[in-house]
């Protein structure tokens, strides 16, 4: 046995007992359930959170629960008293401060329909449908994802006992569609991070035939798996929006690695020579191997500077299980590979194959992608929340009764005077009101407002008991703002009167444009009115701001990823023709999984946006491990068609066999029930598939290779 080796079963000692270390973490002690808070879009540290923070604090409320409830006639005795007892039940369940009903509120259930308050709050343009607000108890921070837990499980027992056929309940609100996010995330990072592992499996078992390469690569790779779980937990990073599946990714980038170095083993195996093929195989594909994996790296490492949370959790998770792919791809599945017999693969006339029809299918390619490229303008990077949820599913279809019934997405406006104006800073006054009633007028009759609820519509509810139109706006106020009423006043207005809050339900299903412009047009209201908006904030808002995030991530990432390239294809090629068809094939893929979106409708979420990344992932391997084939075989004397023709026929095997491994296990999350992760498996397997066929066929010819002409 050669020195070299001994040392590489060394090195693959220490990194199986590190694997084995790891696994028994996961296993027993870390725990890796998924956790999406109410925060989930953007860190504290981030200024657009910041603002809806400021604004909490200048307006104390806790979040909503909103729970639809529809029944054939509103006005109907037996159905007023089964609310009444659901309003009861609701009330007591823990972590509920106060709820508000037909039967808890206005006092008498026939004079909401005249109550310019109740009214806005609890009726809808469906007579056969009216709102239950449940108003939740502010939580700590650290214990605010087990309690939204545990208060949506209890909301969730009281509505499955209360509910009937002439009793058909509803709920949405942020912890509810929160917690909905979380347990979906939680059932694909059990049952599809699964079911692809196990189609993994089978591909592979049907691609390489050899029980140790076959044992060899699912250990290795599961192994890589455990060992970047355990230095997540051992960080705290938690497994959050982005990281659910990071275990199938981490699972990719390590076999990206086995599979070319099985290649190279298995021909220099077959080819002799002597020296240990294993060795020899360790040599050939560590130079490319390593230049793949820093630029999967440093295009994680981006992600940590992003503003929305769950991109920085994500680049953390991927740069790990990046530097963790590499060492265990190196440092543990040769030790298999000592003990496995390798496979001769007919790969002269494959090559051929794909040299004759090199022509068509990159004329194909092209046309496909400047299809492509028509669709990518046409993304959705802004889509409404509900998009998280299955189309036609009864949860889906009760938030958007809800959203039809008063909006469902909270957005809250400080305004303020202007600085000059008469009385300037104190909104009880008679001008300022006037204003502040305008501007409620205005913000009710956009289309994208649902529900409006400020100062003003207080202010209209309070006249309406006999004597109140004796006093002034100011006394009413302070009276309102008294433990008698529960501090109301202060939900709408700041302690010194110079804020005044607009809290608004905007619209999510029919929503025609995107957030940031309706915010904008809202803001120009504001201004007609003769006001300022001081602070806008609330889930819509953070909606908004991620989607812009979404759009630059992934545009700039994509920029960012191939200017990267540019300096590891010139380290590749060495030549300036050969650098600039990687560079063009590799900028095709997102092209292609881009447009796919784009022609399709299909929405850009944060969760399925690092699709078009993980697809370049591969295209990047494929390139360089051809590339440096291709180089390597130059130096020996080959003119340029020959050594493309050579490379491809030694590095076919692994191209395709890898594209076929991915493209089936990312295949099967598109039978998820999370939309989210349909789209992001969909657009995987179809940028794996692309990203093969540019790298085998279309970058060798546009680099100068040539099919030979079909004798005859």
């Known amino acids: ?73 509103l006005a109907d005795r037996d159905f007023l008293e089964r609310l009444r007892a659901f309003s009861e ?10 709820v508000h009903s037909l039967t808890h509120g206005p006092g008498n259930p026939g004079s909401v329909a005249s109550s310019p308050l109740w009214s806005r709050l609890l009726l809808s343009d469906d007579p056969r449908r009216t709102l239950v607000i449940a108003y939740l108890d502010e939580v700590a921070p650290e214990a605010s994802g087990d309690a939204a837990r545990d208060l949506v499980a209890a909301v969730e027992a009281v509505v499955s006992d209360h509910e009937r056929a002439s009793f058909a309940l509803d709920v949405s609100g942020v912890p509810w569609v929160v917690e909905q996010i979380r347990r979906a995330l939680g059932r ?102 390593c230049g793949c994996a820093l630029t999967t790296f440093l295009g994680f490492s981006s992600l940590l500077f992003a503003s929305a949370k769950p991109l920085r959790e994500l680049g953390l998770a991927g740069a790990v299980g990046t530097a963790v792919a590499l060492v265990l791809a190196f440092g543990l599945y ?26 068509p299918i990159t004329a194909a390619l092209a046309v496909a992608t400047a299809v492509a490229a028509v669709g990518v303008p046409r993304l959705i990077t802004d889509p409404h929340l509900l998009s998280y949820f299955e189309e036609g599913g009864e949860l889906r279809r009760g938030l958007e009764r809800i959203d039809r019934s008063g909006g469902s997405s909270p957005l809250l406006l400080v305004v303020r005077e202007r600085e000059g104006a008469v009385d300037a800073g ?27 609820l400020s100062l003003p519509v207080l202010i209209d509810e309070a006249k309406r008991v006999p004597m109140a139109m004796f006093l002034g706006t100011e006394q009413l106020v302070n009276i309102l703002d008294s433990a008698q009423f529960d501090h109301v006043a202060g939900s709408f207005i700041t302690e010194d009167r110079t804020r005044g809050l607009y809290f608004l339900r905007m619209r999510e299903v029919e929503r025609g444009e995107p957030r940031r412009q309706v915010i904008e047009r809202l ?42 390239f540019i300096v590891v294809a010139a380290w590749a090629a060495r030549s300036f023709r050969v650098a600039a068809a990687m560079i063009a094939c590799l900028a095709a893929v997102p092209v292609l999984v881009l447009g796919l979106y784009g022609h399709f409708g299909l929405p850009l979420d944060l969760i399925s946006s690092p699709a078009a990344n993980v697809a370049i992932a ?95």
């Open 1 to 73: 046995m050669t020195s070299s080796a001994n040392r590489r079963r060394v090195f693959s000692a220490a990194v199986a007992a590190l694997a084995t270390l790891s696994t028994a973490l996961v296993l027993f002690v870390a725990d890796l359930s998924p956790r999406v808070e109410s925060d989930f879009f953007f860190s504290t540290e981030d200024p657009q959170m910041q603002t809806s923070e400021r604004i909490g604090e200048l307006f104390p409320a806790g979040d909503q629960l909103l729970i639809s409830v529809t029944t054939p006639d």
């Open 426 to 452: 104190r909104l009880v006054s008679a001008p300022a009101q006037a204003k502040m009633a305008a501007l409620q007028k205005a913000l009710e009759t956009d289309p994208e407002v649902g529900t409006a």
């Open 523 to 564: 803001q120009g209201e504001v201004e007609a009115a003769d006001l300022q908006l001081e602070l806008a904030g609330g889930l819509y808002d953070l909606q908004a701001g991620l989607g812009e995030l979404v759009a630059s991530s992934v545009f700039r990432g994509l920029a960012g990823l191939l200017a990267l």
């Open 334 to 359: 040769p030790a298999f590979l000592d003990r496995a017999r390798p496979r001769v693969t007919k790969t002269r006339s494959r090559g051929e194959f794909l040299s004759r029809w090199q022509v």
């Open 188 to 289: 694909d990072l059990q049952v599809f991070s699964a079911a692809s592992l196990l189609v993994f499996a089978l591909v592979i078992a049907a691609v390489y035939r050899s029980p140790w390469v076959i044992a060899g690569t699912l250990l290795t790779c599961l192994a890589a798996c455990a060992v970047t779980l355990a230095a997540l937990w051992a960080v705290g990073a938690p497994i959050g929006l982005l990281t659910a599946n990071i275990v199938t990714i981490v699972f990719v980038l390590t076999l990206s690695h086995i599979v070319f170095l099985t290649a190279n083993w298995s021909r220099c195996a077959v080819d002799g020579g002597g020296e240990d093929p294993v060795s020899s195989g360790v040599r050939l594909t560590v130079p490319a191997s």
């Open 89 to 98: 039940a609701l009330q007591a369940v823990p972590g509920v401060g106060s």
């Open 618 to 712: 591969l295209g990047i391997d494929s390139m360089i491990h051809l590339v440096v084939a291709f180089r390597r075989r130059r130096r020996d004397g080959q003119s340029a068609p020959e050594a493309w023709a050579g490379a491809r026929a030694a590095l076919w095997p692994a191209v395709l066999g890898a594209a076929a491994i991915l493209a089936a296990g990312f295949g099967i999350f598109s039978l998820s029930s999370f939309p989210p992760t349909q789209r992001f498996g969909i657009a995987v397997a179809v940028g794996t598939a692309a990203a093969a066929a540019l790298a085998l066929v279309a970058m060798p010819w546009i680099a100068g290779a040539r099919a030979p002409r079909p004798a005859g």
